[in-house]
């Protein structure tokens, strides 16, 4: 009987950090949608995962990295944006726009968007990416 339990106790402690590796990728996802209902975006899809890979040449040799980034589409006056979070940090950033099947970039915006920055962002004047003309409807939540 002893010797049963020493094997199920291996068997908890083996199991015990796979349970939490897989769990880990599971609760970024979820924080970052939890952070963005919290800066008041409600039509919030679900988590995706994405890893970025990188590979810079140092002297002689090639260093390769890669960084797990979350994402999201959130949906505001009838655009759906994509909003990207890197696992190991504290902000977002509005990353694209889907429109017609498309994901044009969207470049050098600010960080951190809440919904009403969202939404005056969308209705000003700035450039836009192409296709957003056709998602744009200022009378939809």
Request: net charge positive; with cysteine.
């Amino acid at each position: 009987m002893h010797a049963m339990s020493l094997k199920f106790g291996r068997a908890l402690v083996v199991l015990l950090p796979l349970t939490l590796a897989t769990t880990g990728c599971g609760s970024g996802q979820s924080q970052f949608a939890k952070e963005l209902k919290t800066a008041g975006f409600t039509a919030v899809g679900e988590p995706r995962t994405d890893v970025e890979k990188k590979t810079k040449k140092v002297g002689k040799r090639t260093v390769k990295s890669s960084q797990k980034i979350f994402e999201i589409t959130v949906r505001v006056k009838g655009c759906d944006l994509e909003f990207a979070k890197a696992a190991d940090s504290s902000g977002y950033w509005l990353d694209e726009l889907h429109v017609n099947g498309q994901e044009p970039d969207w470049p050098e915006y600010p960080e951190n968007l809440r919904y009403a920055d969202a939404v005056a962002l969308l209705a000003s004047g700035r450039p836009k990416p192409a296709g957003f003309a056709s998602c744009y409807n200022p009378n939809v939540p």
